[in-house]
């Protein structure tokens, strides 16, 4: 196991799990790139420069051998910046398609807001580039098999950028659930709760912010057409007309972990509640929301049920984790470790104290003792001592990068094998979207987590 650790850590990285559970799912077009070798440079390029933009572009030049020649954004003030922070030679443009013809670049991290997310990955794929794309892959389910269409054809690498699952905890969690540590899963909760104003999106819009420094009609993109709003350009997570929500930014990470742990494909039946409790702003996605998933049974795991929960408006305690519940025990993880706590129930149920042999009479109370000493021995009637296995991740471990890593030896590969391939991220991204669809069309959502359709009922 530690051997097996210290290579993911490593980042050699293991192809999706996913690949192999269909025929639709299997690797495509595993070939070696004409334009890579081993000792070659990989160019990359940056589509949005905001805050992942920037988080994601430092993370990936932690890999060796990668080179950062150019950046995209609509904003002229972080084309500024970029020049600052990487130097006068690096490219920028506002316009991210002469970036996608430049022959120079290798691969593009597609760090834009949520509605642009299916169109530039498709474009890339099309140009001849390997994507990195933000989560959720996509905004709108119906987009997401053309994405997926769109890698197949091309034979490119793509990752989907939920990078949690690229760490050790993650790995941990999945070794112990394979290995019936807890039984068989009937009940997952995971939550995400906030209480402060950037926390909840409310990013800092510069004092320069107008029509002449920003690309207005761009960033709209197929979203309705309005008046420049930097409000809407700056905290576009605020708007389902850019964004998706808790859901697409939140939600989409704890179900992409649990999905890799567990190895699900997705669940069946989706229902959200949820309201707009505290962050009265002018946005229109909810700040509190609720949603219940069923998970059906497969070769994988048992049918669990499993409860999502963002609220931007805890001013309680906030401990934000996940509980994978079983008949034998719990996973619960945290930011940098888990805790395993093991706990079978004797195979005696017991009998007496708040019972119904009190209410027996006194000769039918006396019969039930002797046939229950009779059945039962003493060993029969004593529980294994609760078990608590700790596993912390290693000191320094960096996720973000073992994610580009990951990405990038799959690139060099030629390899569409990622840990995060686009129909991993898609079935991660569906249920998410589901989530929203259900607040607010107030329904039920059913899905097909294998064709990966939504169903109808």
């Not at 034979?155 to 807890?182: C, L, N, P, Y």
């Not at 049974?297 to 499993?306: D, I, L």
């Not at 060993?379 to 700790?390: A, L």
Request: aromatic share 10%; with cysteine.
């Amino acid at each position: 196991m530690e051997s097996s650790r210290r290579k993911f850590i490593k980042n050699v990285g293991a192809a999706s799990a996913l690949l192999t559970t269909d025929s639709f799912a299997k690797p495509f077009n595993i070939i070696k790139s004409l334009s890579i070798s081993p000792n070659d440079k990989i160019r990359i390029a940056t589509i949005g420069m905001g805050i992942q933009g920037n988080s994601d572009t430092k993370s990936a030049l932690k890999t060796a051998g990668v080179e950062f020649v150019a950046a995209a954004d609509l904003y002229d003030g972080r084309l500024t910046r970029v020049k600052e922070n990487y130097g006068k030679d690096i490219f920028t443009t506002r316009d991210y398609r002469e970036i996608l013809a430049r022959k120079d670049i290798d691969a593009v991290l597609v760090v834009t807001p949520d509605h642009w997310h299916d169109k530039i990955t498709k474009d890339a794929l099309e140009a001849g580039k390997s994507v990195y794309c933000e989560k959720p892959m996509v905004q709108k389910i119906d987009r997401g098999r053309s994405v997926i269409d769109a890698w197949k054809k091309s034979g490119k690498t793509m990752q989907v950028g939920s990078q949690r699952i690229s760490g050790s905890v993650f790995e941990e969690a999945k070794r112990m659930i394979q290995a019936g540590d807890v039984g068989e899963i009937n009940f997952i909760e995971s939550n995400n709760d906030r209480f402060n104003a950037i926390g909840a999106w409310n990013y800092t819009i510069p004092t320069d912010a107008s029509t002449q420094t920003v690309d207005w009609d761009t960033f709209l993109g197929t979203a309705p057409k309005m008046p420049f709003d930097a409000t809407r350009f700056f905290r576009w997570r605020n708007y389902k007309d850019y964004g998706t929500g808790v859901g697409g930014d939140l939600f989409v990470h704890l179900i992409t972990g649990v999905h890799y742990i567990t190895g699900s494909y997705g669940p069946t039946r989706i229902l959200s509640s949820g309201e707009l409790s505290y962050w009265k702003d002018g946005r229109d996605v909810p700040d509190v929301l609720v949603s219940i998933l069923d998970y059906p049974k497969t070769e994988q795991h048992s049918q669990f049920q499993m409860v999502l929960r963002v609220n931007f408006g805890n001013a309680g305690a906030i401990k934000n984790n996940t509980r994978i519940i079983g008949t034998e025990g719990q996973i619960d993880l945290m930011d940098n470790a888990l805790v395993l706590s093991k706990k079978k129930l004797p195979k005696a149920p017991g009998i007496g104290g708040y019972d119904s042999l009190s209410t027996f009479s006194e000769e039918e109370q006396k019969k039930s003792k002797a046939a229950y000493d009779a059945k039962y021995l003493d060993n029969d009637r004593k529980s294994e001592p609760v078990k608590e296995v700790r596993f912390d991740a290693p000191k320094g471990e960096d996720v973000h990068a073992n994610h580009f890593a990951n990405f990038f030896e799959n690139v060099k590969k030629g390899s569409q094998g990622t840990i995060e391939d686009p129909v991993f991220g898609f079935r991660a991204a569906a249920p998410v979207l589901a989530c929203n669809d259900s607040y607010f069309e107030q329904k039920i959502i059913h899905w097909d987590p294998i064709a990966m359709k939504l169903k109808k009922k």
